[in-house]
T-cell receptor, first 113, second 110 residues
Framework: DTGVSQDPRHKITKRGQNVTFRCDPI?????LYWYRQTLGQGPEFLTY????????KSRLLSDRFSAERPKGSFSTLEIQRTEQGDSAMYLC???????????FGSGTRLTVV | LAKTTQPISMDSYEGQEVNITCSHN???????ITWYQQFPSQGPRFIIQ???TKVTNEVASLFIPADRKSSTLSLPRVSLSDTAVYYC???????????FGKGTRLHILP
């Protein structure tokens, strides 16, 4: 297992289009997290899953955002009707449980033009 | 969640020891102190975690005084490749997410 994988690494899209990102966590990790990071800021929590259950969603996650983890393995984050303010690095992380450290992927950089 | 305060930026020179101090005045009994490192265009990377006194690994040392209201990350003999953002986090044992602040931008000069 080589760690947390995110795909794509970069995505440029036109405003109003839908985009979907994928995250493959470390296989034995049951927790998966999505964060968003803009330039000069620390990562902001968006949502997290324990196995296939989505247990918490940040208020930052508007109704245009949806995340899934259908089989408790990989996860997808979809943004509908993208806006320029959605431009950011979207980071995925996984962990083995409460109090355990997170392993982050390299992120997907989204640019909305 | 316990709030953390750390310097916005620091400069140091290659070969020096760098100490980054973080304050977390309202840390709770079950909270752990965790540090992450982030390079540009990469996700954060776990460095070290501790509860009290001193923890050391191959990368860094973490010093935590008895009152646990602060902690110091110590990087021995830094190199240019240690230039990064360092985040101090208080990770609740029973919470399910970690919250990042703005971190400390460490710039190592030749």
């Amino acid at each position: 297992d080589t760690g947390v994988s995110q795909d794509p690494r970069h995505k440029i899209t036109k405003r109003g289009q839908n985009v979907t990102f994928r995250c493959d966590p470390i296989s034995e990790h049951n927790r998966l997290y999505w964060y968003r990071q803009t330039l000069g800021q620390g990562p902001e929590f968006l949502t997290y899953f324990q196995n296939e259950a989505q247990l918490e969603k940040s208020r930052l996650l508007s109704d245009r955002f949806s995340a899934e983890r259908p089989k408790g393995s990989f996860s997808t984050l979809e943004i509908q009707r993208t806006e320029q303010g959605d431009s950011a690095m979207y980071l995925c992380a996984s962990s083995s449980g409460t109090g355990s450290f997170y392993t982050f992927g390299s992120g997907t950089r989204l640019t909305v033009v | 969640l316990a709030k953390t305060t750390q310097p916005i930026s620091m400069d140091s020179y290659e070969g020096q020891e760098v100490n980054i101090t973080c304050s977390h005045n309202n840390i709770a009994t079950n909270d752990y102190i965790t540090w992450y490192q982030q390079f540009p265009s990469q996700g954060p990377r776990f460095i070290i975690q501790g509860y009290k006194t001193k923890v050391t690994n191959e990368v860094a040392s973490l010093f935590i005084p008895a009152d646990r209201k602060s902690s110091t990350l110590s990087l021995p003999r830094v190199s240019l490749s240690d230039t990064a953002v360092y985040y101090c986090l208080v990770q609740m044992n029973r919470d399910d997410k970690i919250i990042f602040g703005k971190g400390t931008r460490l710039h190592i000069l030749p």
